[in-house]
């Protein structure tokens, strides 16, 4: 390790240790830092956030048994927005006639004309009220208390299916309009960048809600990205950062000159002036901020901020509703969202102190499709999620962000077949992923090589596009065009060109 990394290791477990040791009876609490969203006036900027974040990740679009295709943009005629008029229109109505049915009948449904709205992870039904500004029927709340899918169809039947990994009920006899949202599909199989998607049980013997494309995409977008924070040690890097950033980008010179956007970053996470702050700045770049010895801002030279606060007592019983508000508050005051972000991930976390609480996680795409970043440092294969908040109800704990700008953006048309589908990738890879999927089941003999093999194709769980950024380079960093394939328990990043595979995380 060296002389650099030491001592950033070092002035960071200091910080760690001085957020952990301070007396809460010798120093202020930054109270005004966490107050709820009742005590402020409304905000309508709040309501924005919330209908982005609570959004579906993806849309399958399903035309009939053999033509479907998959939307990760609300750009595309905004199919979420129309789709939530219907939903509005149907939980208007307290006397709904429902029915629980199975998976299989779910999928079943798909090959009708309809949209299924894909949640990157189960909803509390409460929090998807407050995205619609509206509250959920008792009889719907009363029958799933969250929702990972919603299904509506379109065409001569109204009907919508709500469902999750545990439950699916049906909302028969409705009588909503959908003939806009029939237009927008029409035109997007239409456009000239459909994508058709087969069943993958079909092509290649998947999971029965897996969706393949039957062709690859003949545009490919050139996308460059940059750190949305520039941390530049001010002896070391200033000539070499000067010279990647072209010179008629005066602003970004000057930020390579001194750090104090950095400053004015720390002064908004606090509320308060530099002058009640207390700056040290690392020989490697990196810049900590503490303010009465409760709460610290620690920025990384790559553009990583985490921010850390004790809490000023044990949370007894967690609440969700609560947790959201306090993260809305904090984001629209403290911080901002990526475009196209999104809520991917709610899990219910215990602090040293006994205090429960919820960790939410944070994601988002780029020109519609998700976004992957490597996690350099990262020693138990995990990618790096832009935004991980820790909140304890009325309090944040830890907020660590990385985020990404988009920064030349350009769609070019010029290879079409170059690109391999994703049969021919997992053909060319299957030989490690064989490996992998034997160390992560462990009781499958290894001698068992086809059976094997039909094994992980029967355990694929998502094939999708999407764009990987290496994040090595501050600035001017091209994302990948990648294919994106969750096998039992590791998701895959494969270039789409020649299928070389540029990174694996381990999934739950």
Do not use: C
């Amino acid at each position: 390790m060296d002389k650099g990394k030491i001592n950033t290791f070092i002035l960071t477990t200091l910080f760690i240790m001085s957020l952990f040791l301070a007396s809460k009876t010798l120093f202020d609490t930054n109270n005004d830092l966490f107050s709820s969203l009742g005590d402020n006036k409304y905000d309508s900027s709040k309501d924005l956030i919330i209908s982005q974040i609570i959004s579906p990740k993806r849309i399958l679009v399903n035309y009939s048994e053999g033509t479907h295709t998959i939307v990760y943009s609300n750009e595309k005629d905004d199919l979420w927005g129309k789709a939530t008029v219907i939903i509005k229109d149907t939980f208007m109505n307290d006397m709904l006639n429902i029915t629980e049915i199975t998976s299989k009948e779910l999928i079943d449904e798909k090959s009708e004309k309809s949209i299924n709205l894909e949640f990157p992870d189960e909803i509390p039904i409460r929090l998807l009220s407050k995205a619609l500004d509206m509250p959920i029927p008792t009889n719907i709340e009363g029958n799933i208390e969250s929702i990972k899918d919603v299904y509506i169809r379109i065409g001569n039947e109204s009907y919508i299916i709500l469902s999750n990994e545990e439950k699916v009920i049906k909302i028969n006899d409705l009588t909503y309009d959908s003939d806009d949202l029939d237009k927008s599909i029409e035109n997007l199989k239409n456009s000239r960048d459909f994508v058709n998607y087969w069943p993958g049980r079909i092509i290649l013997g998947t999971k029965e809600d897996v969706y393949i494309p039957t062709s690859v995409p003949s545009n490919k977008k050139n996308i460059k990205v940059k750190n949305d924070i520039d941390v530049i040690d001010t002896t070391k890097k200033k000539n070499e950062y000067s010279e990647k950033i072209p010179q008629n980008n005066l602003e970004d010179i000057h930020r390579a000159e001194d750090n104090s956007h950095i400053d004015k970053i720390a002064e908004g996470f606090f509320d308060k002036d530099l002058s009640y702050l207390r700056k040290i700045v690392d020989n490697s770049g990196a810049i900590v901020y503490m303010y009465n010895q409760n709460t610290g801002l620690l920025v990384y030279p790559n553009g990583l901020i985490e921010y850390s606060n004790t809490l000023d007592n044990v949370t007894i019983e967690r609440n969700l509703y609560e947790s959201f508000n306090t993260i809305i508050e904090f984001v629209t005051t403290k911080d901002r969202l990526p475009e196209e972000s999104y809520l991917s991930n709610i899990e219910e976390i215990e602090s040293e102190d006994g205090s429960k609480g919820y960790r939410f996680t944070f994601e988002y795409n780029i020109q519609g499709r998700p976004v992957y970043i490597n996690n350099i440092n990262s020693e138990n294969k995990q990618l790096m999620k832009p935004l991980i908040v820790e909140v304890f109800n009325d309090q944040v704990k830890s907020y660590k962000r990385f985020y990404r700008d988009s920064i030349f953006e350009e769609e070019t048309r010029i290879y079409g077949e170059e690109r391999m589908t994703p049969e021919e990738i997992i053909e060319k890879n299957m030989d490690e992923i064989i490996r992998d999927f034997i160390n992560d089941e462990n009781s499958i003999a290894k001698n068992m090589e086809q059976k094997i093999r039909e094994i992980i194709v029967s355990s694929i769980d998502n094939v999708s596009l999407g764009y990987y950024d290496n994040a090595k380079e501050y600035y001017n960093t091209p994302l990948d065009d990648v294919w994106v394939i969750d096998i039992g328990k590791k998701r895959y990043i494969f270039d789409t060109s020649d299928g070389t595979k540029l990174d694996v995380e381990s999934i739950d």
